[in-house]
């Protein structure tokens, strides 16, 4: 169903043409494995709101529009926002020393704020880290690990706990001589704020981001197991004695992740946040383009400024995203570089240890991309988003 949207934000019926491109694309990706999309869609048009697929394994109701989910690593794009307005609170600069900042972990001292933000410390990845040769080093027990995590889902893990596990690991590369996405990174972030403000991150998110933008639906729930009602069941399949099993996991304990992916939001939300972000309400002009500048990666057609993707879409276009995903929720957040025109979305699905709806989940996004973005149509080929 089309939908305009009101002052207070709350989805109202319009009158404006439906638009079945979308909701035909959401469906292919409930078709391709995941069990619900709510996909929100802002641009010149209005207001477009829809559901597909169901809010919970043998039900017949749609996932709802304004449900909340675990927003996995668009927690990230926050988190930098976070730091960006202590950087022009003058707390600290972007271009510092984190061990000068943040004593006691025994951190190179050529690691700079900007290096966390940008993924270029080399410092190893909590969860695990994935090497060019396809060899695997576990770090926690993430989802990745199957029963394992499962088993642990409830343990509650401290930020510096995280920290210091990967600081004991060999670093991948020398400090700003490379690229790999660590949550590593964030947690580091995170102590780097508690550290410099002496409260706790939440608190500070509050102040200076959530407060800012009037958001009332997105939580930073740090060891807090429970996600808002309303909300679409997250499932996790795995092996256990041969036997495959599949739980529900809506509730765990998000620290296995902290500050990499612990989040909590919904699509309006999302919206509001990426929108208000670039469109200038949170940082000085001269800190969003920072952030909005990309370092080259792995990744087609891919940069990575800090704490958010920059995508080239072709025809001279950009986008500004992050996606994320872990243990049966997902969320995704692009716009264009003003925020004028976004698309948010909020998904449920059945996760395991193979991260075995990796591919689909990429394919999805990316036809969304192309539908929204590029004008595309729904069942065109596509694979290069990043989760």
């Known amino acids: 169903m089309s939908t305009t949207v009101t002052d207070q934000g709350q989805p109202t019926p319009s009158t404006a043409p439906d638009r079945p491109e979308l909701q035909q694309v959401i469906q292919e990706i409930v078709d391709s494995g995941l069990t619900g999309v709510a996909l929100r869609v802002q641009d010149e048009r209005g207001v477009w709101v829809g559901a597909a697929g169901v809010a919970e394994l043998g039900g017949t109701a749609q996932p709802p529009t304004d449900g909340h989910v675990r927003i996995g690593s668009n927690t990230k794009t926050f988190v930098a926002t976070l730091v960006l307005r202590l950087v022009a609170e003058g707390r ?16 190179d001292e050529r690691i700079t704020v900007r290096m966390l933000l940008q993924h270029t410390s080399g410092i190893f990845n909590f969860t695990g880290e994935y090497y060019d040769d396809g060899t695997f080093v576990p770090g926690i027990p993430a989802t990745t690990a199957g029963k394992e995590w499962v088993d642990n889902r409830f343990k509650t893990y401290r930020p510096e706990e995280l920290a210091r596990l990967a600081l004991a690991k060999p670093a991948r590369f020398e400090p700003g001589t490379g690229w790999s996405y660590a949550n ?23 102040r200076l981001v959530l407060g800012p933008l009037g958001m009332t639906n997105t939580v930073a729930p740090t060891t807090g197991t429970e996600v808002p009602e309303p909300h679409p069941r997250a499932y996790y399949r795995y092996e256990d004695g041969g036997q495959e ?42 800190l969003l383009a920072e952030m909005c500048t990309p370092r080259p990666t792995p990744i087609p057609d891919m940069g990575y400024g800090l704490g958010v993707f920059v995508q080239d879409i072709g025809q001279g276009r950009t986008i500004i995203s992050h996606n994320g995903g872990a243990a049966g929720h997902a ?43 590029r004008g595309g149509r729904p069942g065109m080929a596509g694979g290069d988003g990043h989760a």
């Open 245 to 286: 099993r599949t739980v529900d996991v809506t509730r765990h304990n998000p620290s296995w992740i902290s500050s990499g992916g612990d989040m909590i939001s919904t699509a309006q939300d999302l919206h509001t946040f990426i929108s208000g972000l670039l469109s200038g309400k949170l940082l000085p002009a001269p």
């Open 331 to 373: 969320a995704l957040m692009y716009s264009t570089p003003d925020g004028g025109k976004t698309l948010t979305a909020t998904l449920n699905y059945v996760d395991d240890a193979a991260l075995s709806l990796a591919v689909p989940f990429q394919k999805a996004t990316q036809r969304l991309v192309d539908v929204v973005f």
């Open 184 to 206: 590593t990174n964030y947690v580091l972030a995170r102590l780097l704020v508690e550290q410099v403000t002496g409260r706790p991150p939440a608190e500070e998110l509050q």
């Open 92 to 107: 600290f600069g972007l271009d510092d020393a984190v061990a000068g900042l943040l004593p006691g972990f025994g951190l």
